[in-house]
């Protein structure tokens, strides 16, 4: 069975070795608003393979210039983006099965 890409896994300090980001800094895009890690019960952070590609994605978008408010409206407005094209292949969908 494959593992879920979004299974927080990693503790802060295994994150930041492997996306090669300082722990502040994982820190820093949470209270920002680009990265959401799941809690444990006690309260610790633990990420995701989902988060690593998101930091990968941060890191890029960075290098390119963006700032962190930019980059967060990138990704809000990517997720605005798949919500309707998820509805669009709803509508889709449903208008399929009516004409049959």
Aim: aromatic share 4%; glycine share 8%; hydrophobic share 35%.
């Amino acid at each position: 069975m494959p593992l879920d890409p979004t299974a927080g896994v990693y503790v802060m300090s295994v994150a930041a070795d492997l996306s090669g980001l300082h722990p502040q800094t994982l820190r820093l895009y949470e209270r920002r608003g680009l990265l959401e890690p799941v809690r444990t019960d006690g309260g610790n952070r633990r990420y995701s393979d989902a988060d690593l590609d998101q930091l990968r994605r941060i890191t890029v978008l960075a290098d390119q210039g963006i700032n962190i408010e930019g980059i967060r409206r990138i990704f809000e407005l990517e997720a605005e983006l798949a919500k309707v094209r998820r509805q669009l292949d709803d509508e889709r969908r449903r208008r399929g099965r009516t004409r049959d």
